[in-house]
């Protein structure tokens, strides 16, 4: 069957059942249940102690600041907070993994029922089946190596690590809607500070579940699950391929087989890893060195009290409070640092939507060609927004205010001592600017004498040729006064 023709059947007759479950590297200093800190690219093997070695007789001690972290993402995805939560030891054999077993949370997490709206085509409400905690394993490094055909390393720096993992309801029917869910995630945890969500140093992996089950049957499908993608990109194309797979193999009389599965970026395909695993497989029971962990009615709200105003409820904030169009709302609440930058921006602008327009385009315009970040911005809030209130004072006209701002990027200079400095202050002056117009008028008598005839249109040339002699510096405003005046 084609590639066509799977993609219609899925169309007509098939329904993608998906679901996440997306692994978050909290950003603590230190591990989770040690001292040892948390440092991406340093040596192999340094950031190690016999805790995160799982040496015998080591023990565990909790990290406060990875369950406040945790809580906060909790909060933000709308959970319910679990007064009492407990982790479990998750047997499994890998050599990254020295203990043996992986401390997570299974029958008794720490948060759940939890929702997080999404944009694709439509809004949707997708839920949040659970948040719960747990460390991460070492890294087997299978490449770089002079023998590595012969041998795997092993790097344990990363085991220890702080993480959450979130799994979603198996609410997502499509590759689109799975990729604005992983987006709406990574922006929302980004935006309370929990983590710098960075893929390359896989700080933000994710698993998908993807089944197919024919169009308006209630039974879930068989599901096939996709570890480890690492960007939204792989995770897009990874269901894509997956979904016309499952099609393709029920039309032809086959059946899907539950198994784990990985994504070949090369080949375009996902290829068989192993069985599926199911829970009693991992033979969970209750970590003994650990004693539950208790988050009191107090902690929960002093943890409540940190968490800054949400992206979503950004936005709207913005479209009603500045009277934004909710694509821009959308730009300039993309990131914490630049929604902050916009609202300073505006004290001393008054003016949401001219203010909103000079950050998304001009200012962000210079910022990603010097490759830099709105937190880095040589142009300060309160200099752009003092910049756009002298153009609604008349002080200063929008061509002037556009030679101006690459000065004030390029020096950091405010916008009236570059003016003072390059002597481009507007010219209001009636004097001045008489003189000005007289010489156009004179230069250009045949525009005069169509103007005077009836064709009233020649006067946005004549405009246009007082504010080329006069470099942009007149008040077009009191230019088209001082036209009509002599023209009449």
Request: glycine share 8%.
């Amino acid at each position: 069957m084609s590639v066509s023709a799977v993609a219609e059947s899925i169309l007509t007759k098939y329904e993608p059942v998906i679901g996440l479950e997306v692994h978050v590297q909290l950003g603590t200093k230190t591990k989770i249940f040690c001292s040892c800190p948390v440092e991406f690219g340093a040596p192999p093997n340094t950031n190690v102690c016999p805790v995160c070695l799982g040496l015998p007789g080591a023990l565990p001690v909790l990290s406060r600041q990875a369950v406040e972290l945790a809580i906060e993402a909790a909060l933000a995805l709308h959970c319910r907070i679990n007064p009492f939560s407990r982790f479990a030891r998750k047997n499994y054999f890998y050599p990254d993994l020295p203990k043996g077993y992986q401390i997570s949370q299974y029958d008794q997490p720490l948060a759940e029922h939890g929702r997080l709206d999404i944009f694709a085509g439509a809004k949707k409400r997708i839920g949040v089946t659970r948040v719960h905690m747990e460390d991460d394993a070492g890294k087997s490094i299978h490449d770089g190596f002079a023998d590595s055909d012969r041998f795997t390393y092993v790097d344990l720096n990363r085991s220890g690590t702080p993480l959450i993992e979130i799994v979603s309801d198996p609410d997502m029917r499509s590759p689109e809607e799975a990729y604005a869910y992983l987006t709406e995630m990574k922006q929302l945890l980004q935006y309370i500070g929990i983590s710098d969500c960075d893929m390359e140093k896989g700080q933000l992996r994710c698993d998908a579940n993807v089944s197919v089950r024919p169009r308006g049957a209630a039974k879930f499908g068989t599901k096939a699950e996709v570890k480890n993608l690492n960007s939204f990109r792989f995770l897009k194309l990874a269901l894509e391929y997956e979904i016309e797979r499952q099609v393709e193999l029920i039309e032809s009389g086959g059946a899907v087989v539950q198994e784990t599965r990985l994504y070949n970026p090369e080949t375009g395909q996902t290829v068989g890893m192993r069985s599926k695993e199911h829970a009693h497989d991992y033979r969970y029971f209750p970590e003994p060195d650990l004693v539950p962990l208790r988050v009191s009615d107090h902690w929960l709200h002093e943890v409540r009290q940190k968490l800054p105003e949400l992206p979503a409820d950004r936005r709207e904030r913005f479209v009603h409070q500045y009277g934004l169009r909710e694509y821009d709302a959308q730009v300039l609440a993309l990131t914490r640092e630049l929604g902050d930058y916009f609202e300073a921006a505006v004290k001393l602008s008054g003016d949401g939507r001219a203010t909103a327009n000079w950050v998304s385009g001009d200012l962000m315009g210079l910022l990603n060609a010097a490759g830099r970040s709105i937190a880095d911005s040589p142009v300060r809030a309160e200099h752009l927004g003092e910049l756009v209130a002298l153009i609604a004072k008349g002080e200063l006209s929008g061509k002037l205010a556009k030679e101006i701002l690459p000065k004030m990027f390029e020096s950091g200079a405010t916008a009236p001592a570059i003016m003072d400095r390059d002597g481009l202050r507007q010219i209001s002056d009636s004097g001045a600017l008489a003189k000005i117009v007289d010489e156009v008028l004179a230069a250009n008598p045949k525009q005069v004498e169509q103007y005077k005839a009836g064709k009233t249109a020649v006067l946005g040339f004549l405009v246009g040729q007082v504010m080329k002699a006069s470099r942009g510096q007149a008040n077009p405003a009191a230019v088209n006064d001082a036209l009509k005046s002599k023209l009449g």
